[in-house]
């Protein structure tokens, strides 16, 4: 169904008359290197023409729409969209001369990402590199650097270190992390089948600190675990692809320290009793859940109904009670086969 967005006052080319045509948009369906892509597409209609020759659009409507048609068969295809490709220069301050030369491609490669070419998958990985990395791209600088005058490499150079001081701690957090799940790359009873996925433990956290006062990390892993655990046994995959290991205190993801210190998560160190030391868990601000199933925000519910008053002591018994802790030795991982055991809440 198409919907009216503007009036535009033109020399309509369809009746030859000098009125107000109206600027409609509309889900259309096309063909994209034989995919078929559903995107949003503007013309524009005259009223005064006949039902079946009242649609037109003008140059600059049509290249727009392909565009739109292109970045939804990226979006289907896992691709950067041409608005990411934007995006990527505008946090650098980079022209699309100046990125194609930073990656040391022909200079108008950026320029046709952005307007009408499709990139294929080696291109969009060395794309993604340095969005994610401004290590990468200082990098790429260096190995470039006789594509830029002295003063764009300074200019280039402090948005990389800007970049890198807005979200280096996170980036390098989320990079020791990740390395400690390289033997875990592949979906396995180790991961309950599903590979790491940070975004979702963050927002896992915070989902469960919002519901959950006087949040400690302790209480938190056996609260994760058992979201993964509950997930696996109702639906086959956990969901965060977190792997645990049988530690005295219950089950405890690996790589436990270096979670506690992403960026993304709201977290305090306070002096508990005899001087101890305790990491509490805060529900970040604004953050977003749509990252979640209904069936996973459904585990989440059932996990927080079930050890919401519990205390840090009263969950790691009850969890040193599963199956799952009694058939596994102190360091060995808990595999999700056995996770499924758990007692039903």
């Given at each position: 169904?198409a919907?009216?967005?503007?009036?535009?006052?033109m020399?309509?080319?369809i009746c030859?008359k000098?009125?107000?045509?109206?600027?409609?948009?509309?889900?259309a369906?096309?063909?994209?290197?034989?995919?078929?892509?559903r995107?949003?597409?503007?013309?524009?209609?005259?009223?005064n023409?006949?039902?079946d020759?009242?649609?037109?659009?003008?140059?600059?409507?049509m290249?727009?729409?392909?565009?739109?048609a292109?970045?939804?068969?990226?979006?289907?295809?896992?691709l950067?969209?041409?608005?990411?490709?934007v995006?990527?220069?505008a946090?650098y301050?980079?022209?699309?001369v100046?990125?194609?030369?930073?990656?040391?491609?022909?200079e108008?490669?950026?320029?046709?990402?952005?307007s009408?070419?499709?990139?294929?998958?080696?291109y969009?990985?060395?794309?993604?590199?340095?969005?994610?990395n401004p290590l990468?791209a200082?990098d790429?600088?260096?190995?470039?650097?006789?594509?830029f005058?002295?003063a764009?490499?300074?200019?280039i150079?402090?948005?990389?270190?800007?970049?890198?001081d807005?979200?280096?701690k996170?980036?390098?957090?989320?990079?020791?992390f990740?390395?400690e799940y390289?033997?875990?790359?592949?979906?396995?009873?180790s991961?309950g089948?599903t590979t790491?996925?940070?975004?979702?433990?963050?927002?896992a956290?915070?989902y469960i600190?919002?519901?959950?006062?006087?949040?400690y990390k302790?209480?938190?892993?056996?609260?994760?675990?058992?979201?993964d655990?509950?997930?696996?046994?109702?639906?086959?995959?956990?969901?965060?692809g977190?792997?645990?290991?049988?530690?005295?205190?219950g089950a405890?993801?690996?790589?436990?320290?270096?979670l506690?210190?992403l960026?993304?998560?709201n977290?305090?160190?306070?002096?508990g009793?005899?001087?101890?030391?305790?990491?509490?868990?805060?529900?970040?601000?604004g953050?977003?859940?749509?990252?979640?199933s209904k069936?996973?925000?459904?585990?989440?519910?059932a996990v927080?109904?079930?050890?919401?008053?519990?205390n840090?002591?009263?969950?790691?018994d009850?969890?040193?009670?599963?199956?799952?802790?009694l058939?596994?030795?102190?360091?060995e991982?808990?595999?999700?086969?056995l996770?499924?055991?758990i007692?039903?809440?």
């Amino acid at each position: 169904m198409a919907a009216k967005i503007n009036k535009i006052r033109m020399n309509c080319p369809i009746c030859d008359k000098i009125h107000d045509v109206e600027e409609r948009k509309r889900y259309a369906t096309t063909l994209v290197k034989g995919e078929k892509v559903r995107y949003m597409e503007k013309y524009l209609f005259c009223e005064n023409a006949n039902d079946d020759e009242n649609e037109f659009e003008t140059g600059t409507m049509m290249d727009e729409n392909l565009l739109r048609a292109r970045n939804a068969y990226r979006i289907k295809m896992g691709l950067l969209t041409s608005d990411d490709i934007v995006a990527i220069r505008a946090s650098y301050g980079l022209s699309q001369v100046d990125l194609s030369n930073l990656l040391g491609w022909g200079e108008v490669t950026i320029s046709r990402y952005e307007s009408k070419a499709i990139q294929d998958e080696a291109y969009d990985t060395m794309l993604r590199l340095v969005k994610d990395n401004p290590l990468q791209a200082l990098d790429l600088l260096k190995k470039n650097e006789s594509e830029f005058s002295e003063a764009k490499k300074v200019l280039i150079r402090n948005k990389i270190k800007e970049k890198m001081d807005s979200y280096g701690k996170e980036f390098l957090t989320r990079q020791a992390f990740e390395g400690e799940y390289v033997p875990y790359g592949e979906a396995s009873d180790s991961n309950g089948y599903t590979t790491l996925n940070i975004d979702k433990i963050e927002a896992a956290i915070s989902y469960i600190a919002e519901h959950v006062t006087d949040l400690y990390k302790v209480k938190l892993m056996k609260m994760l675990w058992y979201a993964d655990a509950l997930s696996a046994k109702r639906y086959g995959h956990a969901i965060t692809g977190l792997v645990y290991t049988h530690e005295k205190m219950g089950a405890l993801p690996v790589g436990h320290y270096s979670l506690m210190n992403l960026e993304n998560l709201n977290v305090s160190v306070e002096e508990g009793y005899d001087f101890d030391v305790r990491i509490r868990i805060y529900a970040i601000e604004g953050m977003k859940y749509d990252i979640f199933s209904k069936d996973e925000i459904d585990v989440l519910d059932a996990v927080i109904k079930k050890f919401k008053r519990y205390n840090s002591s009263k969950i790691v018994d009850y969890m040193h009670k599963e199956n799952a802790y009694l058939k596994t030795k102190k360091g060995e991982i808990i595999p999700f086969s056995l996770a499924r055991e758990i007692k039903n809440f």
